[in-house]
C-alpha cells in the first residue's frame, strides 16, 4: 500500500494543529490580553490527536510489522495517558488558584506535544521506508 | 512548590523519557526490518 505524505500532513498535523492556529488567529485578532496565544490544552489535544493517528496507521500493517506495530501500539498508549493525566491536572489547575502552577502545566504541555510529534515522525519515518521497498 | 505542581513536573519527565526511548526503540526496529540499500549490498572480499 502505498502511503501518502500530503495526506498525513493535511489530516493530522494541520487537523491537530487546529486549536493552536484558530487561537492563535482569535489572539492577534483581538490585539488585547483577554485571550492568551497559548494554552496547555490545546496542546494536549494536539498530542492526542497525533497519538491516535499512530493507532490508526499501524492498524493496517503486515504481520512481518507485528514486533514494530506492538511497540508503536505501547508507547501511543502510554503517551495518551500522560496527556490524560496532564489534561485532568491541566483542568484542575485552571478551576482552583495555587494548586497547580500554569507555567508548569504549559511547560508539560509543550513537552508531551514534542514527544507525540517526535512518536509521529519515527511512524512516519516507517511507513515511508515501507512504502519505498 | 505544590503537590500539583510536582504531579505535572512528574508526568513531563515520564512522558519524556517514554517519548525519547520510545523512538530511539522504533527506530532500531524499523532500520532492522527494512535496511537501507546501502547495508543491503555490501558484500565481504
Given at each position: 500500500m502505498k502511503f501518502s505524505k500530503s495526506k498525513w500532513f493535511a489530516y493530522t498535523l494541520l487537523v491537530g494543529l487546529i486549536p493552536v492556529l484558530i487561537r492563535l488567529l482569535v489572539w492577534f485578532v483581538a490585539?488585547?490580553?483577554?485571550?492568551?496565544?497559548?494554552t496547555a490544552i490545546d496542546l494536549i489535544t494536539f498530542g492526542l490527536v497525533l497519538n491516535a493517528s499512530v493507532i490508526n496507521e499501524v492498524e493496517h500493517l503486515p504481520a512481518k510489522d507485528h514486533e514494530w506495530k506492538s511497540a508503536q501500539n505501547g508507547l501511543a498508549i502510554a503517551s495518551i495517558t500522560f496527556h490524560g493525566a496532564l489534561y485532568a491536572m491541566a483542568v484542575f489547575g485552571d478551576k482552583v488558584d495555587g494548586v497547580v502552577n500554569g507555567d508548569a502545566t504549559l511547560g508539560a504541555a509543550i513537552l508531551l506535544a514534542s514527544m507525540s510529534m517526535l512518536i509521529a515522525l519515527v511512524n512516519f519515518h516507517h511507513l515511508v521506508k515501507r512504502s519505498s521497498k | 512548590m505544590t503537590i500539583g505542581t510536582a504531579i505535572v513536573y512528574l508526568i513531563g519527565a515520564l512522558g519524556a523519557i517514554v517519548g525519547i526511548g520510545g523512538s530511539i526503540w522504533s527506530w532500531r526496529i524499523t532500520n532492522r526490518l527494512y535496511p537501507s540499500e546501502k547495508k543491503k549490498t555490501r558484500t565481504k572480499k
Open positions: 490585539a488585547s490580553d483577554l485571550v492568551e496565544p497559548i | -
